[in-house]
C-alpha cells in the first residue's frame, strides 16, 4: 500500500517543523508548499538529509506549484503571516483572508479528498473561510488551537503539582483568542478535577486563576521572548496530532476548531469544541454540558468568533 501523502501548505517556521516531525513518525510522504520559492525546497532537501541518521523511510518534496499536492491525504495549512510583538491574532484578518482564498482553491482543484487543518491565525475565522473557499465538506476541513491550548494549560498544571504531564488531562474549549475558555472542571490529574485538587491543597485557586491566564496569554508570552514570529514547535506537535489521529483512525478525543451544527446549543459555526477525530475526520463533536459560569464564558467567546466572520464576510462580500 502507497504510503499517505501529506502536503503542508506554508513552509515557515510551522510549516518546516511539521515537516520534520510527520518525517520523524514516518506518517507519510512529504511535500511542501509556499509561495516563496526556494524555502519549500530547501527545507525538504534538509529535512531528507536527516533520513539516515535518523532512519526514517518518507519521500520529502518542496513546490510553489499545487499541481503537486494533488490527491493529499492531509493538508495542513499555515500560509500567511504570524504575529509579531503588538499584534493581536485578529490584526492578521485582512492579509490571510486572501491567503485562504488561494489556498482554498488550490486544495479543492487538487487534494478534494483531504482532511484539512488549518493552523493560520485568526483560526477560528480562518478554517471557516478556508472552508467556504474550498467547498470541501465540514468534517474534512477543521482547525488547529485547542489541542496546543491544553497542552499548554497541561504543560503549567504539571509544573505546579509537580507530577508528570502524562497524568494530567485538560480542556480549552471557545475561539482561539483572549476569550478562549479552560475548563478547570473538566480539567484532571489522574482523573481528579482541579477544583477537588484545590480542596485537597494541591494548590491554591488563586494560583489555578494565574495559570489559567497564563494559558490564555500563552501564544503572547511567546511573541514576546522570540520577538520576531509567533510559537511553532508546539503548535506543529499539535497539529501532527490531529493528523495522525486521522491517518490511523486513532478515533482521539481532541478539543478542535469544528463546524458545530446543534452541539452545544450553537448552530452552524466554527469554533473550538471537543471533538472525535478519526478516518471520517470529524466524526463527532462532544456535546458537554456546561455550568452558568462557563456557559458565560464560552457564549462571549463564541461572540468574539461571530465578529471575526463577520469581519470576513464585509472584506470578501462572495463569503456572504
Ligand atoms: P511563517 O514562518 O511566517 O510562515 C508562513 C509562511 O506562509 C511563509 O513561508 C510565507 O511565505 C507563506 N505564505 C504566505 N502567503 C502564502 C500563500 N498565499 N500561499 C502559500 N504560502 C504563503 O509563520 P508561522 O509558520 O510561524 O505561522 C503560520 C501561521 O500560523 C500564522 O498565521 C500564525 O499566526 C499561525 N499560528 C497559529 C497558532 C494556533 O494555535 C492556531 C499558533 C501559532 C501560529
Known amino acids: 500500500m502507497a504510503r499517505p501523502k501529506i502536503a503542508l501548505i506554508g513552509s515557515g517556521q510551522i510549516g518546516g517543523t511539521l515537516a520534520h516531525l510527520a518525517a520523524m513518525k514516518e506518517l507519510g510522504d512529504v511535500v511542501l508548499f509556499d509561495i ?73 482543484k487538487h487534494a478534494p479528498n483531504a482532511f484539512v487543518i488549518c493552523i493560520t491565525n485568526p483560526l477560528d475565522a480562518m478554517v471557516w473561510a478556508l472552508r467556504e473557499f474550498s467547498g470541501l465538506p465540514h468534517e474534512k476541513v477543521c482547525g488547529m488551537a485547542g489541542v496546543l491550548d491544553s497542552a499548554r494549560f497541561r504543560h503549567f498544571l504539571a509544573s505546579e503539582f509537580d507530577v508528570s504531564m502524562k497524568d494530567v488531562t485538560a480542556f480549552v474549549l471557545g475561539g482561539h483568542g483572549d476569550t478562549m475558555v479552560p475548563l478547570a472542571r473538566y480539567s484532571t490529574v489522574a482523573g481528579i478535577p482541579l477544583p477537588d485538587l484545590v480542596k485537597m491543597g494541591w494548590t491554591t ?116
Open 205 to 320: 485557586q488563586e494560583k489555578l486563576d494565574a495559570i489559567i491566564q497564563r494559558t490564555r496569554d500563552g501564544g503572547a508570552e511567546i511573541v514576546g521572548l522570540l520577538k520576531t514570529g509567533s510559537a511553532f514547535y508546539a503548535p506543529a506537535t499539535s497539529a501532527i496530532e490531529m493528523a495522525e489521529a486521522y491517518l490511523k483512525d486513532q478515533k482521539r478525543v481532541l478539543p478542535c476548531a469544528a463546524y458545530v451544527d446543534g452541539a452545544l446549543g450553537l448552530e452552524g459555526m466554527y469554533v473550538g469544541v471537543p471533538t472525535v477525530i478519526g478516518a471520517g475526520g470529524i466524526e463527532r463533536v462532544v456535546d458537554i454540558k456546561m455550568n452558568k459560569e462557563e456557559q458565560a464564558m464560552f457564549d462571549n467567546s463564541v461572540d468574539a468568533v461571530k465578529g471575526l466572520v463577520k469581519a470576513c464576510k464585509e472584506i470578501d462580500p462572495s463569503l456572504g
Open 36 to 108: 516563496a520559492d526556494g524555502i519549500p525546497q530547501g527545507k525538504a532537501l534538509d529535512i531528507a538529509e536527516s533520513g539516515p541518521s535518523e532512519g526514517f523511510d518518507a519521500t520529502m518534496s518542496g513546490t510553489t506549484d499545487y499541481a503537486d499536492i494533488a490527491g493529499a491525504d492531509v493538508c495542513i495549512v499555515t500560509a500567511g503571516v504570524a504575529r509579531k510583538p503588538g499584534m493581536s491574532r485578529d490584526d492578521l484578518l485582512g492579509i490571510n483572508l486572501k491567503v485562504m482564498k488561494s489556498v482554498g482553491e488550490g486544495i479543492a
